[in-house]
């Protein structure tokens, strides 16, 4: 089942995080420095990434689509029927 789960591991998927990350990081430095134009750079930087990713996936670098796989709904007795025909028995 496990297969079936890739969790985006898909060049747009790591594309997108890793400059998410690398604005993300760049933005904490410039805070503990005080240097709010770099900051608020580095906070574009971090929007830019799904940005990326989105184009990236529109140019079929992303996940591909899948047909809807159903899995089979498992139902346990209700366990006052159960009771009930032990009692009776």
Known sequence: MAAHYDHGHTPAA???VIISFIGFCAGGVFMV???PVP???SMVVVLLGPLVGGIMKSM???RK???HVSTPVVRAEE???EAAAH???
């Open 65 to 67: 689509a899948q047909g």
């Open 14 to 16: 790591w594309t997108g």
């Open 33 to 35: 420095a005080a240097e």
């Open 39 to 41: 900051f608020w750079g």
């Open 60 to 62: 079929g670098l992303g």
């Open 79 to 81: 366990p006052q029927k």
């Open 87 to 89: 009692v009776g028995a």
